[in-house]
């Protein structure tokens, strides 16, 4: 295992389309996170997995976002009805439960045009 | 929301130089942890100290944590080119493992 990986690195979608993104996390960990940057800010919070169960997740998660995390292996992040406003660097994590730091992925880049 | 900020939101030092960041943040915390994120990539996590410990050291890296005034510093010491990037301080607190992030310190380290 080499690390967290997520796809795409990069994808463009026009307004309105759906997109679904893909994080593997390490096989070690049980823990699993979604986090969301724009430029110039720190990465802001979405959702997080224990094994397959999705614990909490953020205000900033509308009903246009949903994540799964089946048989608590890797996960999936999709967004319906895309806006512009989606456009950001989508990062996944993950860490075992002594919650000893974060292992990110690259993230996925999303423009909505 | 997020949690913690830092200053400055920006450094440009000589290769060579001491860096050192500041982070501020609200709440009681268990840890925090510093990261560092290249320009378009994920972060890397640098340095955990826990609530209970007052400095950390790792390579050129030390931090300290002063919990009394809800703060904590990175240092880097005899900085590269390479450290260039964004610096970021993150923290959680009681059972939840989730962690918050400021909103970065960017540093550039001139040759």
């Known amino acids: 295992d080499t690390g967290v990986s997520q796809n795409p690195r990069h994808k463009i979608t026009k307004r309105g389309q759906n997109v679904t993104f893909r994080c593997d996390p390490i096989?070690?960990?049980?823990?699993l996170y979604w986090y969301r940057q724009t430029l110039g800010q720190g990465p802001e919070f979405l959702t997080y997995f224990q094994n397959e169960a999705q614990l909490e997740k953020s205000r900033l998660l509308s009903d246009r976002f949903s994540a799964e995390r089946p048989k608590g292996s890797f996960s999936t992040l999709e967004i319906q009805r895309t806006e512009q406003g989606d456009s950001a660097m989508y990062l996944c994590?993950?860490?075992?439960?002594?919650?000893?730091?974060?292992?990110f992925g690259s993230g996925t880049r999303l423009t909505v045009v | 929301s997020q949690q913690g900020e830092e200053d400055p939101q920006a450094l440009s030092i000589q290769e060579g130089e001491n860096a050192t960041m500041n982070c501020s943040y609200k709440t009681s915390i268990n840890n925090l942890q510093w990261y560092r994120q290249n320009s378009g990539r994920g972060l890397v996590h640098l340095i955990l100290i826990r609530s209970n410990e007052r400095e950390k050291h790792s390579g050129r890296l030390r931090v300290t944590l002063d919990t009394s005034k809800k703060s904590s510093s990175l240092l880097i010491t005899a900085s590269r080119a390479a450290d260039t990037a964004s610096y970021f301080c993150?923290?959680?607190?009681?059972?939840?493992?989730?962690?918050?992030f400021g909103a970065g310190t960017t540093v550039t380290v001139r040759a």
């Open positions: 993150a923290t959680d607190s009681s059972n939840d493992y989730k962690l918050s």
């Open positions: 096989s070690e960990h049980n823990r």
């Open positions: 994590a993950s860490s075992s439960t002594q919650g000893y730091g974060y292992t």
